[in-house]
T-cell receptor, first 114, second 113 residues
């Protein structure tokens, strides 16, 4: 079990640029979740996949955000036309039948928009 | 609105003191409940979970939590803390099994030697 991995770990970008993050879940997990965490707050749900199907997307999620999981393995989260308010830690988690509803979290990608 | 509330944002205590962190949720019906911990510089890790059955659940590192349905609470306890318990603690609710987690704002716990 190599755990959930995320890439990059840190990203600094200028306002208006597009960014893409990658998440590799635990290999046997079929569910993958994206969360966002800002300073002093708990993680906030963004979206989640079961295999390649995107089952739920937060109503708080702007149209500038899109996520994919094309082959039911890794996932990407893209933010278009970044804004300073997008600065946050983006967390990925995965779960599967073997983990009994538990979600295992990755180290996160810290995004700073200047 | 459905939410998870953690009563304290910051707690400072000495080694060997007892710890209790409050968590209340506002969901009706069945809900899975979790406590996660984030040590400095590390990612979120699961401390313990409640799905059903015995309302007193034991987790790793000597932590336990009690589910009280009538109070919509899931408080975390540890009888005697150590310096290594310094971390941020998050309560989370999962109203739909396999679905999203709703987190509280977290409690920063600092244990002094």
């Amino acid at each position: 079990d190599t755990g959930v991995s995320q890439d990059p770990r840190h990203k600094i970008t200028k306002r208006g640029q597009n960014v893409t993050f990658r998440c590799d879940p635990i290999s046997e997990h079929n569910r993958l979740y994206w969360y966002r965490q800002t300073l002093g707050q708990g993680p906030e749900f963004l979206t989640y996949f079961q295999n390649e199907a995107q089952l739920e997307k937060s109503r708080l999620l702007s149209d500038r955000f899109s996520a994919e999981r094309p082959k039911g393995s890794f996932s990407t989260l893209e933010i278009q036309r970044t804004e300073q308010g997008d600065s946050a830690m983006y967390l990925c988690a995965s779960s599967g039948l073997q983990s009994s509803y538990e979600q295992y979290f990755g180290p996160g990608t810290r995004l700073t928009v200047t | 609105a459905q939410s998870v509330s953690q009563h304290n944002h910051h707690v400072i205590l000495s080694e060997a003191a007892s710890l209790e962190l409050g968590c209340n949720y506002s969901y009706g019906g069945t809900v899975n409940l979790f406590w996660y911990v984030q040590y400095p510089g590390q990612h979120l890790q699961l401390l313990l979970k409640y799905f059903s059955g015995d309302p007193l659940v034991k987790g790793i590192k000597g932590f336990e939590a009690e589910f009280i349905k009538s109070k919509f609470s899931f408080n975390l306890r540890k009888p005697s803390v150590q310096w290594s318990d310094t971390a941020e603690y998050f309560c989370a609710a999962q109203p739909d099994s396999w679905g999203k987690l709703q987190f509280g704002a977290g409690t920063q716990v600092v244990v002094t030697p």
